[in-house]
């Protein structure tokens, strides 16, 4: 009798502690299941730890994260050691929101959510950088995280860097003095771009990290040149002279010079329309001068790498392609 009565509160007990240990797991489980959690390093922002997370980021993206992370002090400052948390989101949910379609629903067919406008993102700012956009003619102090489309211009000022990510695996940057405009841009379905840019001043760097598929087309004007190109890394600058400078570090660039109507520039008539193409290839550049025949692509040289723009971006793509 005194053994039973003995095992009777230990049994209890057991029991109790098991009961305690399945919902600590249940808690732990849940929370697993729901959100996970990444930890900033140095140079990184939310919506870059999106690309990562999720592949992509959008309004809708940003909106679930400033929610869950209301602890940050700056969402849009993040410090080295803080704690970012990302709710699960399903892929379903995602290519809805992507897409921007204002009808579809969770059961919404895949093929129905293409052909949508598409929202590009900062990732990162360095210095001082302001926009505006086709309906606002006011300029606007640039900040991570903010979404940028069609119609908007950027500029940056002495010092200024910009990184704006068209994806988790396609980025432009751009150097201080720059002004750019984005005349049209859209991703109706993955790996494939339709972009057209205006570079006005300054410098910029693309990174296409990826194979785009065949429909994919990217146009960059700048003053004197268009860049046409699908899958490369390179950079552009208009130069103080008036000169226009394309280096290529992987894939190919188109450049097709813009002959000025009514020109008595007989060098530069190459092509039926008065314009001349270059293809320039990876490992090359061409410098395009005022008032000069068609040039023809050259090496790019060793000290090109020591170059602060060219190193910088080095970093950076070092940064943004990590996983």
């Known amino acids: 009798m005194k053994i039973k009565n003995t095992l009777l509160p230990i049994g209890l007990a057991l029991i109790f502690l098991l009961a305690v240990l399945d919902f600590i797991l249940g808690i732990f489980i849940q929370n697993k299941q729901d959100k996970t959690l990444r930890i900033a390093r140095e140079n990184e922002t939310v919506s870059l730890l999106a690309l990562r997370e999720y592949r992509t980021c959008n309004s809708f993206v ?11 002090p700056n969402f849009n400052e993040l410090t080295p050691g803080d704690t ?31 052909n949508g406008m598409r929202q590009a993102i900062i990732t990162w700012i360095e210095g001082n950088a302001v926009y ?11 900040e991570n995280n903010l979404i940028v489309k069609t119609g ?3 500029k940056t000022s002495d010092g200024g860097l910009v990184e704006i990510a068209l994806d988790n695996k396609s980025v432009v940057r751009l150097g201080q003095n720059s002004e750019f405009t984005i005349h049209f841009f859209n991703i109706p379905r993955k790996k494939e771009i339709q972009a057209n840019f205006a570079l006005l001043s300054g410098d910029i760097w693309i990174s296409i990290d990826q194979f785009l598929e ?3 087309l990217i146009y960059i004007s700048l003053p004197d040149i268009s860049l046409k190109l699908k899958d490369a890394r390179f950079r552009a600058s208009i130069l103080p002279e008036g000169s226009n400078s394309v280096h290529v570090y992987e894939g190919n660039v188109d450049v097709r010079h813009k002959n000025s109507h009514g ?20 490992g090359n550049f061409l410098l395009v001068s005022p008032n000069t025949p068609k040039p023809s692509p050259e090496i790019i040289p060793q000290f090109d790498k020591a170059d602060a ?15």
């Open 62 to 72: 940003l909106d679930i994260l400033r929610n869950a992370n209301q602890h940050l």
């Open 84 to 114: 970012v948390f990302f709710p699960n989101i399903t892929k379903m949910e995602l290519d809805i929101q992507v897409y921007n379609k204002p009808d579809t629903t969770i059961s919404t067919p895949r093929r129905e959510l293409r």
């Open 263 to 282: 020109s008595n520039n007989s060098l530069v008539k190459q092509t039926e329309d008065g314009n001349w193409i270059q293809k320039v290839l990876a």
């Open 214 to 216: 065949k429909n994919s």
């Open 309 to 323: 723009w060219v190193a910088w971006n080095r970093h950076r793509d070092a940064i943004f392609t990590q996983r």
């Open 132 to 142: 505006k956009t086709s309906a606002d003619s006011i300029w606007h102090s640039l």
């Open 152 to 154: 908007d211009t950027i």
